[in-house]
């Protein structure tokens, strides 16, 4: 069982950045995939960005491609995903997941243990 806690949330102007953290009480980090999710009010969540248990392997969501970008330390246990250009649509609670088989999926349904989130407000 991994334990996430996502941090760096809060409110950002349209055009702006913001740098999500996720912290991981386990083991071995390095055995994990991991996953950024998002869920706006009154929609589903929705995947946003993977990386792979060493960090070279990337995968996002189309919406998000040349403005996020995920990344990871495994000495740390941590994963990070830096927003750019954010958009007032990509209000959010953020999610953090991990995963320990298969591969970078988009896939909710693949991701077993999950963080508590941390509020994205993008301001227009």
């Known amino acids: 069982q991994v334990q996430l806690v996502e941090s760096g949330g809060g409110l950002a102007q349209a055009g702006g950045s913001l740098r999500l953290s996720c912290a991981a009480s386990v083991r071995t980090f390095s055995n994990y995939y991991m996953g950024w999710f998002r869920q706006a009010p009154g929609k589903e969540r929705e995947f946003v960005a993977a990386?792979?248990?060493?960090?070279?392997?990337?995968y996002y969501a189309d919406s998000v491609k040349g403005r996020f970008t995920i990344s990871r330390d495994n000495a740390k246990k941590m994963v990070y995903l830096q927003m750019n250009s954010l958009r007032p649509e990509e209000t959010a609670v953020y999610y953090c997941?991990?995963?320990?088989?298969?591969?970078?999926?988009?896939?909710?349904?693949?991701?077993?243990?999950w963080g508590q989130g941390t509020q994205v407000t993008v301001s227009s």
């Open positions: 990386i792979s248990r060493s960090g070279d392997s990337t």
């Open positions: 997941a991990a995963q320990r088989w298969g591969t970078m999926t988009p896939l909710i349904s693949e991701y077993g243990n």
